[in-house]
């Protein structure tokens, strides 16, 4: 059940994206720490003169006061909370690709405190250079379970342990199964599943193998639409 908003101050947020609105705002989509996604218009945020234009910046965590009953609140202020955040290179458009996947994936007004707080260890791991495809694997995975998918790793679709050494059929929202029962879904070896239930990414079939399921997933769950920010990171890398 969503929470009330009416006037919040001093909540912790980050700014997923924004995009024009009327002749001088902005709407800035928020992923905020007690709320979830929440959607304000920052009035006169395009104006040279503006106190907050230079503060609505993506990846930074922010304090912000915002008003309003309806799905669109006015934003009434920002400060800045912590050390600047810097993302270059790859880690800025993986941190734009994790963006636009909370933007499509994520309701607005639905709180998701633990989801907040690993996404902020997340852009920070981006920040000081780890390993883009463990990073992102571990985001992509969290996400979907946070937003209640069942991507379960350490058993088959019926309930039996995951054998380390089989090749199985991973199929969204039923699970893993032996490949005679399903032409759908993306075969997968079972050690792959059970790396990722432990949160180990080191070895290279585990990061090649888990990559192209969470390819999957997220294509099940996102539809037809291409996410912008992936092409865009295809276009750059030529």
């Not at 994206?17 to 979830?36: C, D, M, N, R, V």
């Not at 920040?127 to 088959?156: C, H, M, P």
Request: net charge negative; aromatic share 10%.
């Amino acid at each position: 059940m969503a929470i009330s908003q009416y006037r919040q101050e001093n909540q912790r947020v980050y700014i997923l994206h924004t995009y024009p609105f009327k002749e001088t705002s902005l709407i800035a989509e928020l992923f905020t720490e007690q709320f979830g996604r929440v959607a304000v218009v920052a009035k006169g945020a395009r104006r040279p003169r503006s106190s907050i234009r230079g503060m609505l910046q993506s990846f930074q965590v922010l304090l912000a006061n915002w008003s309003g009953k309806n799905e669109l609140k006015s934003l009434n202020g920002l400060e800045w909370c912590e050390k600047l955040t810097v993302l270059e290179g790859n880690a800025l458009m993986c941190g734009f690709y994790l963006n636009e996947l909370m933007i499509r994936l994520l309701p607005r007004d639905e709180p998701y405190t633990e989801l907040f707080h690993f996404y902020h260890e997340t852009i920070l791991a981006l920040s000081v250079g780890e390993e883009l495809t463990i990073v992102l694997r571990r985001f992509e995975l969290k996400l979907l379970q946070a937003l209640g998918y069942a991507v379960t790793l350490d058993q088959d679709e019926d309930s039996n342990p995951i054998i380390p050494d089989k090749i199985y059929r991973y199929e969204a929202e039923y699970g893993a199964c032996d490949l005679t029962r399903t032409d759908h879904g993306i075969k997968i070896l079972g050690k792959t599943l059970l790396d990722m239930s432990k949160d180990f990414y080191q070895d290279k079939e585990t990061q090649q193998q888990s990559k192209q399921l969470m390819r999957y997933l997220l294509g099940f769950y996102l539809g037809d639409k291409p996410l912008h920010s992936k092409q865009l990171f295809v276009d750059l890398q030529g």
